[in-house]
C-alpha cells in the first residue's frame, strides 16, 4: 500500500526566506509524484509533478520540487517566499497507470510573514 | 471552460436528512473522483469512476453513493446524513494523470 507523509505540520517563515516542505513517501511500485497548493477557501491547484524524467522539477510561483528515488522523498522548496504564499500545501502520489487516484499527505501550512 | 463545478457551494443538513453534490466538468476526462477533507487528515478517497456507467469505492466510502450516468457528470449522494460527514467535499477529473479540482463544497451536518 501506499502512504505519503509530510514531516512538517505548519511551517512559519519570515518573506523573502527560503522554505523547504519535507514529503516522504512509501510505496512498493514506482509511483508518480505531486504537489498541490491550496489558498484560504478555495480548491487545490497544482503546483508541479513528476512523472518520470529529470529528478528536479520545476512548477509554478517560482517552486520547485526534487525527486530522490532512493530516500523516497519529494521536497519542495522556494528560495524566496513572499507573503501570497501563505497557504496550505499537499504532496500527493499515484501509481504510475492513468486515471488511478491520487493518495494525499495530511498537509502543511505555510504561513508567511514580513 | 468552467472546468470542474460543483454544486452546491455549501449546505447545512440535520441528522438524517439526505441530499445529493452535483460534479459537473467540461474537459471530456473518463476519471472523475469524490474526496473528502477534514483538518489535518488531508484529502481521502470517498468513491471514483473510471467512465461513463462505472464507480468503485476509494478509502472511505461508507455513508455515500454515487452514480455516473453521463460521463460530464458525477454525482454524490447521502442518504442519511450525520455529523461525521461535515466536511468539505472535492471533485475532481482526470485525463490521464493529473487531477483538475472543483472549488469544493461545505457540508455542516447538525
Known amino acids: 500500500a501506499q502512504s505519503v507523509t509530510q514531516l512538517d505540520s505548519q511551517v512559519p517563515v519570515f518573506e523573502e526566506a527560503p522554505v523547504e516542505l519535507r514529503c516522504n513517501y512509501s510505496?512498493?511500485?514506482?509511483?508518480?509524484l505531486f504537489w498541490y497548493v491550496q489558498y484560504p477557501n478555495q480548491g487545490l491547484q497544482l503546483l508541479l509533478k513528476y512523472l518520470s524524467g529529470s529528478t528536479l522539477v520545476k512548477g509554478i510561483n517560482g517552486f520547485e520540487a526534487e525527486f530522490n528515488k532512493s530516500q523516497t522523498s519529494f521536497h519542495l522548496r522556494k528560495p524566496s517566499v513572499h507573503i501570497s504564499d501563505t497557504a496550505e500545501y499537499f504532496c500527493?502520489?499515484?501509481?504510475?497507470?492513468?486515471?488511478?487516484?491520487?493518495?494525499f499527505g495530511k498537509g502543511t501550512t505555510l504561513s508567511v510573514s514580513s | 471552460n468552467a472546468g470542474v463545478t460543483q454544486t452546491p457551494k455549501f449546505r447545512v443538513l440535520k441528522t438524517g436528512q439526505s441530499m445529493t453534490l452535483l460534479c459537473a466538468q467540461d474537459m471530456n476526462h473518463e476519471y472523475m473522483y469524490w474526496y473528502r477533507q477534514d483538518p489535518g487528515m488531508g484529502l481521502r478517497l470517498i468513491h471514483y469512476?473510471?467512465?461513463?456507467?462505472?464507480?468503485a469505492k476509494g478509502e472511505v466510502p461508507d455513508g455515500y453513493n454515487v452514480s455516473r450516468l453521463k460521463k460530464q457528470n458525477f454525482l454524490l449522494g447521502l442518504e442519511s446524513a450525520a455529523p461525521s460527514q461535515t466536511s468539505v467535499y472535492f471533485c475532481?477529473?482526470?485525463?490521464?494523470?493529473?487531477?483538475?479540482f472543483g472549488p469544493g463544497t461545505r457540508l455542516t451536518v447538525t
Open positions: 469512476s473510471v467512465g461513463e456507467g462505472t464507480t
Open positions: 500527493a502520489v499515484s501509481f504510475n497507470q492513468a486515471g488511478t487516484a491520487l493518495i
Open positions: 475532481a477529473s482526470s485525463w490521464k494523470y493529473e487531477q483538475y
Open positions: 510505496s512498493s511500485v514506482s509511483v508518480y
